[in-house]
């Protein structure tokens, strides 16, 4: 997104609970979050515009199955796919379209339907091929866990640092009616799970879900008819990695590059961001993260989490609703789950999860295949 | 022998030697690639010439999969590393002959031929693995 242009207002906001359906489709699930957002705007399906669909392994076509639900009033629907942030891209997608006055009002609608275990990193999310898997490399814990060893051994960093990001998620997770686990768990509890790839246990890598998020995107002007208070989408960039000769980066792209670049476009810093959400699919992802968005000291990101900085009643509040760790991860529909969880912040009606006098927040979102990173604010 | 996945390597004459893992260098600005590629990300030179990469390194990083995973043709437990080569390079190997509880970042490994399966015509499927040294 550019400077200038209308301004983008996030109208309505809606969810399908994340957690294991098999009787439901994904046209049923994106129905549901889509007369959940619609209801939450104001708006009826026809004052939609156009339309944008985040989701992964569903087959082509998906977007207008699930669109097709809601009416058929001949509006564009795009299918997005950016593994694990296709919805978030999805949204940087409509709101582009909205800045540059193409269209005052769109929805983005985020799904996925998954089967049980770990993911085919090499099968189902890449090329098999590619990622080597044949060859017992294509982990997709394993990415996160070996950028976990180096951090502990570079920076002294502990297996209980990233651990604890599993205890406050499901802590977070258990005020949150959505999410797919609302049963807290603790540190003993996340520890003693089995492990899965050293030092990650099981309680710390997310789960596969099915879900839906949908989000209402509009204008700002066109807000005015609905709302006295809007929340602004005021940034959301996206980037894939940027090659550094001879440096070696395990992360799906350039987090502090991007964020940095995101705060200068926003006119803030890390110091203005009171409530966040990034991509804890495993829990390495909150602790490096912290440190990339600027909130700590690089390789303070261990010490940062255990000492609840990262707590709702904490310095940076992170994932209030349970993460992917405890909200669950549809991989499609996280992205807008992300912005309904900071939207309802920013309204003040997060309830039990509400983060005291919440003006402005971040989203950090990764796929395979690149990363994205929002500002939101009222 | 046939390798696994072609292009990444160079089989040795003997079942008991070592491959040779293939890379690519920039005649313009001499940075080194693995696997193999095309274009030269750091100044954009098209067409890079074939080099092989030195046949140790040290583990950059590393985990131990305890699950194995989908399509893993390598049984759980086992430690899987990403091994930097002095050419800074980094190439992704499962280690072998090693004990698991020992693995460390800066360890010293070098590379090494791994039996992997065998195909329909009785060959011997093979790929790369690294080793402590």
């Not at chain 1, 399906?45 to 992964?56: L, N, P, R």
């Not at chain 1, 440190?291 to 010490?303: I, S, Y």
């Amino acid at each position: 997104m550019d400077k200038g242009g209308t301004k983008v207002v996030v109208l309505g906001v809606g969810l399908h609970p994340f957690g294991r359906f098999p009787e439901k489709s994904v046209t049923e699930l994106g129905r549901t979050a889509g007369l959940e957002a619609l209801k939450d705007a104001g708006v009826a399906y026809k004052d939609i515009q156009a339309g944008y669909c985040g989701h992964v392994v569903s087959s082509a076509g998906t977007g207008l199955d699930i669109f097709e639900e809601l009416g058929s009033t001949g509006i564009p629907v795009t299918n997005v796919e950016l593994a694990c942030a296709s919805s978030s891209r999805a949204a940087e997608l409509a709101a582009t379209a909205i800045k540059a006055g193409i269209y005052d009002m769109c929805m983005v609608i985020g799904v996925e339907k998954m089967s049980r275990g770990m993911l085919g990193f090499g099968q189902s999310v890449g090329n098999a091929m590619r990622f080597g898997a044949a060859m017992g490399l294509a982990i997709l814990p394993g990415e996160y866990a070996m950028q976990a060893q180096r951090h502990m051994a570079i920076y002294g960093t502990r297996p209980e640092h990233f651990a604890q990001v599993s205890v406050k998620a499901h802590r977070n997770g258990s005020l949150n009616p959505y999410a797919q686990y609302q049963v807290p768990l603790t540190l003993e509890e996340v520890m003693s799970s089995r492990m899965v790839a050293d030092p990650l246990t099981l309680y710390q890598c997310c789960p596969t879900s099915d879900g839906a998020s949908a989000v209402i995107l509009c204008s700002e002007e066109r807000a005015r008819r609905y709302t006295t208070k809007p929340v602004y989408l005021v940034e959301s960039m996206g980037a894939t990695p940027i090659y550094m000769p001879g440096e070696i980066e395990l992360s799906e792209g350039p987090t502090a590059w991007l964020a940095q670049k995101v705060y200068e476009k926003a006119g803030v810093g890390p110091e203005d961001v009171d409530v966040a959400q990034c991509h804890d699919a495993f829990t390495p992802g909150e602790v490096l993260t912290v440190e990339k968005l600027g909130f700590c000291k690089e390789g303070e990101g261990g010490p940062f989490v255990w000492e609840g900085n990262t707590e709702i009643t904490g310095k940076k509040p992170m994932n209030t609703d349970g993460g992917l760790l405890s909200r669950g991860h549809p991989m499609g529909a996280t992205g807008g789950a992300m912005i309904t969880e900071i939207v309802r912040q920013l309204r003040g009606e997060a309830g039990p999860r509400q983060v005291a006098n919440a003006k402005l927040g971040m989203i950090h979102n990764a796929g395979v295949g690149g990363i994205q990173i929002s500002i939101l604010s009222i | 022998m046939v390798p696994l996945r072609s292009g990444m390597m160079r089989l040795p004459d003997t079942p008991d030697g070592k491959p040779v893992l293939l890379g690519s260098r920039c005649p313009k600005c001499a940075v080194y690639y693995f696997p193999r590629r095309q274009i030269c990300i750091a100044c954009g030179q098209n067409g890079l010439d074939e080099t092989d990469l030195s046949a140790r390194g040290k583990v950059w990083t590393y985990t131990i999969a305890r699950q194995t995973p989908p399509g893993s043709l390598v049984e759980a437990p086992y430690a899987v590393a990403v091994v930097e080569l002095p050419e800074k390079v980094a190439v992704r190997a499962v280690l072998t002959d090693v004990d698991l509880e020992s693995v460390r970042v800066g360890m010293e490994v070098e590379i090494t031929l791994a039996k992997m399966k065998e195909d329909e015509e009785g060959n011997e499927v093979v790929s790369y693995k690294f080793r402590p040294v």
